[in-house]
């Protein structure tokens, strides 16, 4: 790491420039980036630029019917925050999850959502509260569905020159769980993970997404449709809906765990959810 270049800038515009060089990628809490780089998977690598002390990244705030979370939030900042905790208990859940707390405590929702790893564990949520990745270059801002933003492993729609400028969702009261599986109860890299958010506008409304069952996180359409069907959330339908999540899993055998397992834990995980949920 000793040849690469550190950039510092004041300004967001400043920071999309300096990304257009060739081999510069951003940097804010480093909490995956540093390690992958001491681990040499950056061999073209020849500048970071800092973008944790840009302010206008590191709010939570509302604009009109939606809010807006900036890239550089860290998990703690996320679990702390009583607007996250009231509205969007998933995804406060899900950031609980990351790490130990020196970890929670730099590491940030946009880091681990332009890392783009299928077991990345803000992302689930992120899915199922139906996020917008708003994507800037300094002059010019555009959103995509968080479903459309991931193109494979590490792989993103992100362009050179650009950043997360941060997240929107709508202003709508939730209820969630998040779930994860690991080596261990905590720090570990998921096997497999699931969050599940549902609202009530006049009837029930369901999302349900995995991640570490394919190459990029999965909703559960058909679990979703199903449970909105049905007039009450009974056992029997918690086992239905747990049938059409394993049968929409799609995972692979890996070092961390078997297709097998994986594919029967989502049933497992999103049962324990919906009894959770319903109860």
């Known amino acids: 790491m000793n040849n690469i270049q550190f950039i510092r800038p004041t300004s967001i515009q400043a920071a999309c420039e300096a990304l257009k060089n060739p081999g510069f990628m951003p940097v804010s809490g480093g909490s995956d980036l540093v390690v992958k780089i001491r681990n040499g998977l950056y061999p073209n690598l020849e500048g970071l630029v800092d973008i944790g002390d840009l302010s206008p990244l590191n709010l939570i705030r509302t604009d009109e019917n939606r809010v807006i979370i900036g890239s550089g939030c860290t998990m703690s900042q996320i679990i702390n925050d009583r607007l996250m905790q009231d509205y969007f208990p998933t995804l406060v859940k899900a950031a609980s999850t990351v790490g130990a707390m020196q970890i929670r405590n730099s590491a940030t929702i946009g880091g681990n959502v332009a890392n783009a790893s ?67 109860r905590a720090h570990a890299i998921s096997k497999i993970n699931m969050a599940v958010s549902t609202w009530n506008d006049g009837r029930d409304h369901w999302r349900i997404a995995m991640g570490s069952v394919a190459p990029t996180v999965l909703r559960c359409p058909e679990a979703e449709e199903y449970l909105e069907k049905c007039a009450t959330i009974d056992d029997a339908a918690i086992d239905k809906a747990a049938e059409l999540a394993c049968n929409t899993a799609k995972p692979i055998s890996d070092l961390r765990s078997t297709s097998a397992y994986r594919k029967k834990m989502a049933g497992v995980l999103l049962k324990r959810s919906l009894q959770a949920l319903t109860k």
């Open 118 to 184: 299928p077991a990345g564990d803000t992302i689930p949520a992120l899915y199922s509260l139906e996020a917008r990745v708003m994507i800037t270059d300094g002059n010019n801002a555009r959103k995509v569905p968080i479903e459309e933003f991931f193109l494979s492993p590490g792989k993103t729609k992100l362009e050179a020159g650009e950043i997360i400028e941060g997240f929107s969702l709508l202003f709508r009261k939730t209820r969630g769980e998040f779930l994860k599986l690991g080596e261990r």
